[in-house]
C-alpha cells in the first residue's frame, strides 16, 4: 500500500484510525467467527449493542472482550433497541461504566421497529443530553443536511447518515443527499446502514465518505469471513479513487490513444 494512503488516518474525537471500514459484531454464529470477521475486516473500531451483547454485566456468559481485547480494538458501545432519549442516555451511562469510564458512544434512537428509522427528534434531544455529560457522540441519523448540521453544531464527532434502511442491503440509494452532508460536514461522515455488498462500500468512499459501518452485510453473507475482507479491500479503493479524483461523465466517446499525430 501506497504511503499517501497510509498517512491517511480517519480521525475521530482527536485519536486516528489506519482503518476507514467500521465493523459490528451482532449476528455471527459465535464469537470465534465475529474474531475472524472482525480480523479480515481489518476494522480498529467496532460497535457493540449494549442491551443485547454481553460486556461482563453478566459474569455467567461468554464476555465479547474475550475475543476483541479493548486493547487491541476501540469498543464503540450503541444505543440499538432504543425507542426514546432517556433509554439511549441510561444506556450510554451503563456503557460507561462497563468500560471504565469510556467515552465515545453510538448513539442510535429509533422511531420504527419495520424500518428502524431513527426518531430524529429524540435523537437530537439525546445527542444534546450526552455531549452535556461529557460523551463524544458518534449519531446514526436520517440523510437529511439539515438535521447533519444541527447534530455537529451540537457537538457530534461524527455524523453518520444511512444510505438505506438498517439491514436492507439495499446499497446506496440517497447518493445526493449524502453528498449534499459530505460536502457541508466539518466532523467525518460515515454511512451506516444499507450496505449489501462489496461495491456499495466503494460507492459510499468514492462520494467521499469519510469511512463505512456495516454489520448484517458481512455477519449475514455466505461466507462472513471472506465478504470482510471484500469489503475492507472495497472501502480502501473507494477511497483511493475518491483522493485520485474520476474523469468527468461524458455523453461521448474519448479515445484512451488519441489519433492526433499518428504516422500515416
Known amino acids: 500500500m501506497s504511503d499517501s494512503i ?5 480521525r475521530i474525537a482527536g485519536r486516528s484510525f489506519r482503518s476507514r471500514l467500521l465493523t459490528g459484531t451482532g449476528k455471527y454464529r459465535d464469537f470465534d467467527e465475529t474474531r475472524r470477521a472482525t480480523e479480515a475486516a481489518g476494522a480498529e473500531i467496532v460497535t ?6 454481553n460486556l461482563g454485566q453478566d ?3 461468554s464476555n465479547l472482550l474475550d475475543v476483541l481485547p479493548p486493547e487491541r480494538y476501540t469498543i464503540l458501545p450503541n444505543t440499538a ?3 426514546t432519549a432517556e433509554d439511549a442516555v441510561r444506556t450510554c451511562r451503563l456503557a460507561r461504566e462497563l468500560l471504565d469510564g469510556h467515552a465515545l458512544v453510538k448513539l442510535e434512537v429509533l422511531g420504527d421497529a419495520r424500518t428502524l428509522y431513527p426518531d430524529v427528534v429524540q435523537t437530537l434531544k439525546a445527542a444534546e443530553m450526552l455531549v452535556g455529560e461529557g460523551f463524544e457522540v458518534m449519531v446514526y441519523t436520517s440523510d437529511d443536511p439539515i438535521l447533519a448540521r444541527q447534530l455537529e453544531q451540537i457537538g457530534c464527532v461524527a455524523v453518520m447518515p444511512l444510505a438505506a434502511p438498517i439491514g436492507s442491503g439495499l ?3 440517497n ?3 449524502l453528498l449534499e452532508i459530505i460536502e457541508n460536514a466539518k466532523v467525518p461522515i460515515i454511512v451506516d446502514a444499507g450496505v449489501g455488498t462489496a461495491s456499495d462500500a466503494a460507492i459510499a468512499m468514492e462520494l467521499g465518505c469519510d469511512g ?3 454489520n448484517t452485510a458481512i455477519a449475514g453473507a455466505r461466507d462472513p469471513v471472506r465478504m470482510a475482507l471484500a469489503m475492507k479491500l472495497a472501502v480502501e479503493a473507494g477511497r483511493a479513487a475518491f483522493q485520485a479524483g474520476r474523469i468527468p ?16
Open 6 to 10: 497510509l498517512d491517511d488516518p480517519l
Open 48 to 53: 457493540v449493542a449494549i442491551r443485547r451483547m
Open 59 to 61: 459474569p455467567g456468559q
Open 81 to 83: 433497541g432504543c425507542y
Open 171 to 173: 446499497g446506496i440509494q
Open 175 to 177: 447518493r445526493y443527499t
Open 212 to 214: 463505512v459501518l456495516m
Open 249 to 264: 461523465r461524458k455523453r461521448y466517446a474519448s479515445a484512451s490513444s488519441p489519433i492526433d499525430g499518428t504516422v500515416g
